[in-house]
């Protein structure tokens, strides 16, 4: 029987499927992510201890977060993550390809990497998958080489390492800045509503929504939405800048934002 509550496990698996998506396709690993989320825990751990007026000891955070008090201590002196040596680390893409690279039984007498047969005990495909990706399956690790363009069958049917870089695909930076930006505004919002004891002080979150509108009017709707909904962004940009102030002592960051989403069976580029 789990101990953590059906609603936060539910909000947990909502929250990270489309972050995980985005991730993978971005080419980082699990193992990145716990890294990272090992020391937002523990980052967060010294505020929450604040925030409940507790001392703010390694101790307290190692209860609150179930990190050991060792990895606690080591997480809030790290000022930052090596993320390429991370990367390194945990894909098992790019363990695979410095495998073929570095280690001696896949190259050849020259030092470089050598056509490799799919299957052998030793200096195979099959081997260097085995040694350097887990228990990842061969064919999953042949496909994702292909589709990356590191790799390719020869006519012998041996498979060549034709390009040394992973290059995963990747969104636009400026995309993936707005997903880090806007998502953590949103929940902000939704977690200050939370919290607050009088509803008064609720910041504005609403929604409309309808789960049975044809989709045929789908391509009208979205037009006649994204056209009112500038027109209000506008609108209360105007506000903001109206009241802007050069005193940085009595002024405050805020935002308003809008957003349309459309539950798709199938990926739409549009």
Do not use: V
């Given at each position: 029987m789990s101990l953590v509550p059906e609603a936060i496990q539910t909000t947990i698996i909502r929250i990270l499927k489309p972050l995980v998506k985005i991730l993978l396709r971005n080419g980082i690993a699990y193992g990145t992510f716990a890294d990272i989320s090992r020391k937002i825990f523990v980052d967060?751990?010294?505020e929450e201890a604040r925030r409940r007026k507790q001392k703010m000891t390694v101790s307290n955070v190692s209860i609150l977060t179930g990190i050991n008090r060792k990895e606690v201590k080591r997480l809030?002196?790290?000022l930052a993550f090596d993320t390429d040596n991370s990367l390194l680390k945990f894909n098992r893409i790019v363990r695979v390809i410095a495998g073929w690279q570095h280690d001696e039984d896949f190259l050849d007498s020259d030092h470089e990497p050598k056509d490799l047969l799919l299957e052998g005990e030793k200096g195979s495909f099959t081997s260097l998958v085995k040694k350097y990706s887990g228990d990842m399956p061969i064919v999953a690790m042949l496909n994702a080489l292909i589709d990356s363009g590191n790799i390719r069958v020869i006519d012998n049917g041996n498979i060549q390492l034709i390009n040394a870089n992973y290059l995963p695909s990747t969104d636009s930076e400026k995309k993936i800045n707005i997903l880090g930006i806007d998502a953590a505004e949103f929940i902000e919002v939704i977690d200050?509503?939370?919290?607050?004891?009088?509803?008064?002080?609720?910041?504005?979150?609403?929604?409309?929504s309808n789960m049975t509108v044809s989709k045929s009017a789908l391509a009208k709707l979205k037009q006649r939405i994204n056209k009112k909904a500038q027109l209000l962004l506008e609108d209360i940009d105007a506000d903001f800048s109206e009241n802007e102030t050069e005193d940085e002592r009595k002024s405050c960051s805020v935002s308003f934002g809008i957003y349309y989403y459309q539950k798709n069976e199938t990926n739409i580029e549009d």
């Open positions: 967060m751990g010294f809030k002196e790290a200050h509503n939370i919290n607050i004891k009088h509803a008064e002080n609720a910041w504005f979150q609403r929604k409309a």
